[in-house]
């Protein structure tokens, strides 16, 4: 069924509304670079590289290896690891045995990675060289279905000279104790043959990854996504990405081959840092620097931006706590940014104010996107340039992909522009359904003019230019005296006042208009300031009803490890205060 055209004079012209060719494997984005350019540089961690033939030589390895294990299509591995380069090869690897990621947070308790691999029902695990990270896993496979665990070292994949001195220094990360049956990677990788099992994938159906979505309304639950859901969105990106390449071109398709690095600092177990960072580096020839913790240095992401002076990246998906944290870093004109050129915002709505202050500080252009753990990610964005990018929205939906506002009540009847509803997405990037859960998969998708629609639970509009506006979650919409206020609409205010480095909206019970906002501020570096100026700077700038009634300062307002404010674990603080 064709799309109609959306309705936007800024739709960008040379984007097509729908395109083909996604009907393939996840891990030819791999093959085709590797075949393409061999040579090129794919990972870069610490100065040391990997070309895409290293890499696909290790993923071809890793494929044979899961196969002698007995993994067989369909079977479930699950990755535990930060941003390393090993990530790529197994990856890929598990793919090519016809197996299924299970992508792990390693930030993960015990507990909480059990739930995951017996949820899953996983086989296999790749884990750290660690003294946190290896004891949490020996802990977590007790009792699953996990028979075989593979450990990784960061040692040989550092420069040599740094790998000898950080032996003999003892600075390379190593558990203390290493289980008997445990496996090495290198080890497993220089017995094993490059030469992956013969596997027939059906990309519309089969499966390539399980991610977990963050489970704020209970226990996580796992997205279940095919290979053709990431190839539809990595193909949307490639056709979405007009940049300007060179101060003062024009606006051209995204280079391939190696003309760009993409800064990993978002967490590849997470669909945003997986697909718009090492899956789009790979589907165009193109650099992915390793960062494990974007965080470290003092003060924190003191490292990261010693990293972009160093090696150059050209794009940057992010969310908008880090572009905060850049902007308000004490040091931030010690750096050079200038290498950045696109910069992709997700994960959450993009204050304007942090937009403002990150582009004037880098000259690179941010264009704010849209999804969903259960959409690839990306589902729809912006413009990939200022004449066109309208800030404070997410864009337009991505070729082939069709957004609707629809009613909060039965998520069935659409709505008139203009208007509130709950955001409705249908494209060849949406989940096949929740794992093993037929009930709650049915709960979230419906069928509107011979489509199927995923119900996102964000409330949105789309507003009178044709762009897809976010007003905000449909759990975090705080009722005062019959008025709707939306967190995010007050945040933007506050981001505003030049004192405040991040903000957080929740509602709080009160007995005379039901809710109150209550806001959460954390200042920039060195500043102080009182709730009266913050209060009359809100009495400035937004209506009576919106305005917090309470405003409480912290050193840190809670994140999550991709960095979103989370905005729920303020809201249960309160709840327990009031109880």
Not at 79 to 88: E, S, V
Not at 392 to 408: C, H
Request: charged letters at 20%.
């Amino acid at each position: 069924m064709s799309l109609k055209p959306w309705p936007a004079p800024n739709w960008p012209a040379a984007v097509p509304r729908e395109i083909t060719g996604y009907d393939k494997p996840l891990f030819s984005v791999l093959d085709e670079a590797a075949a393409k350019y061999p040579g090129n540089v794919y990972t870069i961690f610490s100065d040391a590289t990997r070309t895409y033939a290293q890499v696909k030589d290790t993923a071809d390895r890793v494929a044979h290896f899961l196969h002698s294990r007995g993994i067989r299509q369909g079977d479930r591995v699950a990755i535990f690891l930060p941003n390393l380069p090993h990530y790529p090869a197994i990856y890929f690897g598990i793919l090519k045995a016809g197996a299924v990621c299970v992508t792990c947070n390693p930030l993960y308790t015990a507990s909480e990675l059990g739930y995951q691999l017996k949820d899953a029902g996983a086989k296999a695990l790749f884990c750290m060289d660690h003294p946190q990270f290896y004891p949490t896993t020996v802990k977590a496979v007790a009792g699953t279905a996990v028979e075989t665990v593979v450990i990784c070292s960061v040692k040989s994949y550092l420069p040599p000279l740094k790998g000898f001195l950080g032996g003999l220094l003892g600075k390379i990360p190593k558990a203390a104790h290493h289980e008997p049956g445990h496996l090495f990677f290198d080890q497993v990788v220089a017995a094993a043959r490059p030469v992956p099992p013969a596997v027939t994938i059906k990309p519309m159906e089969d499966l390539a990854l399980i991610i977990y979505t963050g489970g704020t309304t209970g226990v996580p639950k796992g997205a279940a996504l095919t290979h053709a859901n990431f190839m539809h969105d990595l193909m949307a990106l490639d056709a979405w990405a007009l940049l300007v390449h060179e101060p003062g071109g024009k606006p051209e398709r995204l280079r391939h081959g190696g003309f760009h690095s993409y800064l990993g600092v978002l967490p590849w177990y997470h669909s945003f840092g997986m697909t718009v960072a090492m899956l789009s580096a790979a589907a165009s020839g193109s650099r992915l620097i390793c960062v494990p913790d974007p965080r470290a240095g003092d003060p924190p992401f003191s490292e990261v931006l010693k990293i972009v002076q160093k090696h150059r990246p050209t794009m940057m998906p992010a969310v908008p706590t880090i572009f905060v944290a850049f902007t308000n870093h004490r040091d931030i004109d010690k750096y050079d940014l200038s290498s950045l050129v696109g910069c992709f915002s997700g994960g959450a709505p993009l204050p304007p104010e942090v937009c403002k202050r990150f582009e004037e500080k880098t000259g690179a252009v941010i264009f704010e996107g849209y999804g969903l753990s259960e959409t690839a990610p990306v589902a729809s964005a912006n413009p990939t340039n200022t004449t066109q990018r309208k800030i404070g929205s997410i864009g337009f939906p991505m070729p082939s992909t069709d957004i609707k506002i629809v009613d909060l009540e039965t998520g069935e009847k659409e709505l008139p522009q203009g208007q509130d509803g709950e955001v409705a997405i249908s494209g060849p990037q949406v989940m096949k359904g929740y794992w093993n859960r037929p009930a709650e998969t049915e709960a979230v998708f419906r069928q509107i003019e011979g489509r199927r629609y995923f119900l996102t639970g964000d409330i949105g509009q789309v507003d009178a230019e044709g762009y897809l506006v976010i007003t905000d979650r449909k759990k975090d919409m705080v009722l005062v005296g019959g008025f709707n206020v939306y967190p995010r609409e007050v945040e933007d205010v506050l981001f505003t006042h030049p004192k405040v480095g991040l903000a957080a909206v929740v509602g709080v019970p009160d007995p005379k208009s039901g809710e109150a906002v209550k806001a959460f501020l954390q200042l920039k570096p060195g500043e102080q300031a009182t709730a009266e100026e913050i209060m009359d700077w809100c009495k400035e700038h937004m209506a009576g009803y919106k305005r917090p009634k309470f405003i409480e300062f912290r050193e840190a307002i809670p994140v999550s490890p991709v960095g979103k404010v989370l905005r729920r674990v303020l809201r249960d603080e309160e709840l327990k205060k009031g109880a």
